[in-house]
């Protein structure tokens, strides 16, 4: 009696995870497997490929013979798949004619090898009508992660259907024969037909064209292989257009990717929408070829233009480093004094604009130093004043390293120029007084002395956080810093040094 309900119980688990028209596991156990299987590959340092086989123009098939006679093709190529794998190998029905195939062990040659022997199966058993086309990836070397290599194995599908039917493509990272340095763009929409006109448009523009059916499938292409831009369909079941373009601009690492939505023409709503979700642009279906390509080379213009200045700032961010390096008594200085700038700036409510600030402000502010002669930095005693002199420049020559970045810097600017001024007016290198300091630089300068008093210097030792602060104190009497940033600095609790 138990062995016959433990039969029926595992019978009915079975079945639970077989799909009742091929006999195939279904979809969620094939994932399930193809996990342990990417797992089991890592772990003994093998290789996967993953197939996944479509049959061409099935919904044609479905409307020209009825659901009977498709069906009945689907057992057929279901039975034809299990009938060619080998022991070792796993086959799924994904869903409606969407098959795919884990080869173990198996590198692409083979596994191309093996779809080649299904589809001559398929010609002979089913006639000339019914083709299939097929995408393959490989784990782990593109991906260790399902999901992506699913999707891997999807793009290379769809690049095989847009080149022809009963092809078969494998998913490479750079598309195949488009070793170029042309911009690669991303086209995600679920209708082939308008994915196939915007991939002919965009490959006589010679642009590397990504095409993607899904939103799920974008991000992951997007995470893989990101392009230069996307190009994205408002109306995508699963995932629209909107929240894809939500997701990618709030992802640090994708939110530079500029973003053209396709809408309806007039469609002001998803305009509106567009805007909210953080696009960059609009094109009205279909797509005129001269406005989008005008739209496409001002995006991707503006991209780089982006990325020079992001690694022009990487730029001024080593040469800090490298000036710091240079002071043998102020190592860590500007790291300390980023850090404690913003958490001075956050405990007195500034915005997080003003604290970016702060801490690229606090990174820079003695870049100018790069100028100062090593024999002034490390000189073990008092600066006489022509070395005097010489150190005080380092604010101003500072301020004309960094101002050609002047309108990604913003108030950074204004700090590494102004870190030694006071509010009497007896700073340097402009001599600002009271209301023409800004707060940003007020809780520098008190930031910058704080660090320079609690740590060692050429001439004296490092001074305890109370001597520091009968300085900080007197500085304030002598209304020279500012007294609201010395008692957040007090109420931090910091003890500064290093
Ligand atoms: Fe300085
Ligand atoms: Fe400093």
Redesign the pocket.
């Known amino acids: 009696m138990t062995d016959k309900l433990t039969e029926n119980y595992e019978n009915s688990l079975q079945t639970s995870c077989k799909d009742a028209l091929t006999g195939l596991p279904n979809y969620g156990f094939f994932v399930l497997s193809l996990e342990k299987n990417i797992k089991k590959a890592v772990e003994e340092g093998k290789n996967l490929s993953l197939a996944l086989l479509s049959i061409d123009a099935f919904s044609e098939i479905n409307r020209k013979y009825g659901i009977i006679k498709a069906d009945s093709i689907l057992s057929v190529t279901g039975k034809i798949i299990a009938g060619n794998i080998r022991p070792g190998d796993l086959a799924g029905r994904l869903h409606s004619d969407n098959f795919a195939i884990s080869f173990f062990d198996t590198d692409t040659d083979k596994a191309f090898e093996i779809i080649d022997g299904i589809k001559n199966r398929i010609k002979h058993d089913l006639g000339d009508e019914v083709t299939l086309s097929a995408g393959v990836s490989e784990a782990p070397s593109q991906t260790a992660i399902a999901e992506v290599l699913i999707a891997n194995a999807k793009e290379a599908l769809l690049q095989a259907k847009l080149t022809g039917f009963n092809e078969t493509n494998f998913f490479s990272r750079i598309p195949q024969g488009q070793l170029n340095d042309n911009p690669t763009i991303l086209v995600a929409d679920d209708d082939p037909k308008n994915l196939k006109i915007m991939k002919t448009l965009l490959d006589s523009m010679g642009y590397r064209v990504m095409a993607c059916d899904s939103g799920a499938g974008a991000v992951s292409i997007i995470r893989e292989t990101p392009p230069d831009l996307v190009i994205l369909d408002v109306m995508m079941p699963g995932m629209d257009g909107f929240e894809i373009c939500k997701r990618l601009k709030s992802r640090e690492g994708t939110r530079q990717i500029p973003i053209i939505l396709l809408t309806a023409l007039n469609d002001r709503e998803s305009k509106i929408r567009g805007i909210e979700s953080g696009a960059d642009d609009f094109i009205s279906k279909p797509a005129d070829k001269s406005e989008l390509l005008a739209r496409i080379k001002s995006l991707i213009n503006v991209k780089n233009l982006n990325r020079r200045l992001a690694s022009f700032e990487n730029i001024l961010f080593s040469i800090a480093n490298t000036v710091e390096a240079k002071d043998r008594y ?1 190592r860590g ?2 790291r300390r ?1 980023a850090d404690l700038a913003v958490s001075i700036g956050k405990s007195l409510g500034m915005a997080r604009h003003e604290l970016e600030s702060l801490w690229i402000g606090g990174i820079l ?2 870049i100018g ?1 790069i100028a100062t002669p090593l024999e002034i930095l490390n000189k073990p005693g008092a600066l006489d004043d022509e070395e005097r002199e010489i150190m005080k420049k380092h604010p101003h020559t500072g301020y004309l390293i960094c101002h050609p970045l002047k309108k990604n810097l913003k108030d950074a600017l204004d700090i590494i120029r102004h ?2 001024e006071l509010l009497d007016g007896t700073g340097y290198p402009d001599m600002l007084k009271g209301d023409e300091i800004s707060p940003a630089v007020r809780i520098m300068v008190a930031v ?1 002395i704080f ?2 008093l609690t740590t060692e210097r050429p001439y004296r030792k490092a001074l305890s956080r109370e001597e520091a602060f009968g300085i900080l104190d007197s500085m304030v009497n002598k209304n020279k810093i500012d007294a609201k940033v010395v008692d957040a600095l007090k109420k931090s609790g910091i003890k500064g040094g290093m």
């Open positions: 102020t200085h500007i004094v502010h003695d130093k870190h030694h910058d660090d320079a």
